[in-house]
Nanobody, 128 residues
């Protein structure tokens, strides 16, 4: 059974940093595209960042470019999201998600459809 679990969230102040981690178990995801999404209070879940299976290609939502960095460690079956210069508008529940297709390159990485395995989400709160 595949399990995906996020960690590293918390309450921080404007300008602080946090590092989210996502650990998968039950199968290897070293050949799989993965992404981070978030859901702000009262809003729909939105794309944050994605990374190809080798880590050679990364993608970011415009508002986080230059502040967030997605990375992966395939040997540990983990993916991370380093978040710097955090703003109150970054507040939300953050989810990691994996595409089950080996070597897959989703055509619309910013949508939820391509991703088959999701974590429960972890809260990130940024105060002003």
């Amino acid at each position: 059974q595949v399990q995906v679990e996020e960690s590293g969230g918390g309450l921080v102040q404007y300008g602080d940093s946090l590092r989210l981690s996502c650990a998968a178990s039950g199968r290897s995801f070293s050949l799989n595209f993965m992404a981070w999404f978030r859901r702000a209070p009262g809003k729909e879940r939105e794309f944050v960042a994605a990374i190809s299976w080798r880590g050679g290609s990364t993608y970011y939502e415009d508002s986080v470019k230059g502040r967030f960095t997605i990375s992966r460690d395939n040997a540990k079956n983990t993916v991370s999201l380093q978040m710097n210069s955090l703003k109150p508008e970054d507040t939300g529940v953050y989810y990691c998600a994996y595409d089950k297709h080996d070597y897959g390159i989703p055509t619309r990485i910013e949508t939820e459809g391509p991703y088959d395995y999701w974590g429960q989400g972890i809260q990130v709160t940024v105060t002003s």
